[in-house]
C-alpha cells in the first residue's frame, strides 16, 4: 500500500482517477494548482486506487493524504 501525498499547498484542480481504476506507475491521480500553477499528482507504482482524500475545489496542505494505491 503507497499513500499519495500533496507536495505543496493547493487546490485540487481535476480529479482525473477514481477509487477502484487501475493504475500504471506514473500515471496522473489529479492535477493540483498552487500560485497559477498545475502539478500533476502521479502514482508512483502500479496498483489500484483504494481510495482518494480530496475532491475537485478542496484546499490542500503540503503532506496532506490525497489517496492510497494498492
Known amino acids: 500500500m503507497a499513500e499519495i ?3 505543496m499547498v493547493g487546490t485540487a484542480l481535476e480529479i482525473l482517477a477514481r477509487p477502484g481504476s487501475a493504475l500504471a506507475a506514473g500515471q496522473t491521480v489529479l492535477v ?5 500553477m498545475e502539478l500533476p499528482v502521479v502514482a508512483a507504482g502500479a ?3 483504494a481510495s482518494l482524500a480530496v475532491a475537485k475545489g478542496d484546499l490542500v496542505q503540503q503532506g496532506d493524504l ?3 494505491v494498492e
Do not use: P, Q, Y
Open 47 to 49: 496498483g489500484t486506487l
Open 32 to 36: 493540483l494548482e498552487s500560485m497559477k
Open 5 to 7: 501525498r500533496a507536495e
Open 66 to 68: 490525497l489517496g492510497v
